[in-house]
């Protein structure tokens, strides 16, 4: 969109991911996927908790020792006890990480200082894994100081429609970002909901209209009440995965702007493509680019600026696939 941030956005990212050889072998771990075309429009913080909280590289490896809900960082074979160098050097990181104002965050899968879910967690007497529930000592306290914070892992964003899920919140989050830089007033809210209710909408319809009802009533509370209500709002609903059948919806709901515009055989075309969108016979790019071409046709001004029909750069074709 014309008014979309000419500046890249600003993500966190496991160092390894980034290409940094920080790994306990000396290696990289470069997520291909998550560093082409998608680096164009991102500014990579690269951080490596381990080589931050002291150990060197190559170093020893290390895993989680205990139960998923409370265990230690210990090394494999000499089982040192990284647990309070780590607390230690994130509890003073991460002030610094708040300065960065990040839109979000990928860690590495799977890792004992990184990982954000499915870790293994190893008894103390050693062995197999006696759980694989565990959450990166790191990760859970990122988490913890940022709960709003949209977060992935290299491994789930394989994953052609969590990957687009996670861009899209990331994209919504600097937006947010930018609005709150702008001096926010609540005529300002009142259009960055508005030109945010159909992306919303795709992800959920309950948070859509929880939001709505918000900001509507949003003069009863005070604005930093307000804004802290409808950005958690709003994070909640954006984590919301969007579906064939939530994108349905709003594209027969943009369509209903068209219904006094259009001519009988373009209707009818549009109709046919959401059909074939539900049917899965076509990629969400389809009928999007249908109804860009008719906003711009026929000049309308409220679907020119939802975000919904332009949430990020061509080029990521997060939604080319059927």
């Known amino acids: 969109m014309s008014d979309r941030a000419e500046e890249r ?5 496991s160092a ?42 190559p170093r020893e490896a290390v895993r989680l020792v205990g139960t ?3 265990n230690r960082l210990k090394g494999r074979q000499t089982g040192t006890d990284w647990t309070d160098a780590m607390r230690g050097w994130a509890g003073s990181f991460l002030p610094e990480l ?25 008894a103390e007497s050693g062995g197999q894994a006696v759980s694989y529930a565990g959450v990166g000592l790191f990760a859970a306290m ?16 394989h994953d052609v429609g969590l990957r687009a899920n996670f861009i899209e919140r990331i994209f919504t989050e600097h937006r947010w970002h930018r609005f ?17 209710k159909m992306l919303v909408r795709a992800h959920d319809v309950t948070g859509y209209r929880e939001m709505g009802k918000l900001v509507a009533e949003g003069k009863r509370l005070p604005m930093e009440e307000l804004l802290r209500r409808y950005h958690e709002r709003l994070a909640q609903a954006m984590a919301m995965k969007s579906t064939v059948r939530k994108n349905v919806d709003v594209l027969m709901h943009i369509l209903g702007y068209f219904k006094k515009l259009l001519a009988p055989d373009e209707k009818k075309e549009c109709l046919e493509l959401i059909e074939h969108y539900r049917n899965e016979r076509v990629p969400l790019i389809v009928p999007v680019t249908l109804f860009n071409h008719y906003v ?12 919904y029909l332009n949430p990020h750069p061509l080029d990521l074709k997060l939604r080319n696939h059927a």
């Open 16 to 57: 390894c991911l980034a290409g940094q050889k920080v790994r306990y072998d000396g290696t990289a771990a470069k997520a291909e996927h998550l560093t082409g075309v998608l680096a164009d429009h991102l500014e990579f913080v690269p951080v490596c908790p381990e080589v931050g909280c002291g150990m060197g590289v």
């Open 142 to 157: 990122v988490m913890e100081r940022f709960p709003l914070l949209p977060v992935e892992d290299d491994g789930r964003l």
């Open 180 to 196: 709150l830089d702008s001096g926010p007033t609540m005529q300002g809210l009142i259009e960055f909901h508005t030109r945010n």
């Open 9 to 13: 956005i600003r993500i966190g990212i």
């Open 296 to 307: 711009r046709k026929y000049d309308v001004p409220y679907l020119r600026g939802q975000y």
């Open 98 to 122: 708040e300065k960065a104002r990040l839109c979000g965050f990928i860690f590495k899968a799977k890792s004992p200082s990184s990982g954000m879910g499915r870790v293994k967690v190893y």
């Open 68 to 70: 998923p809900e409370d």
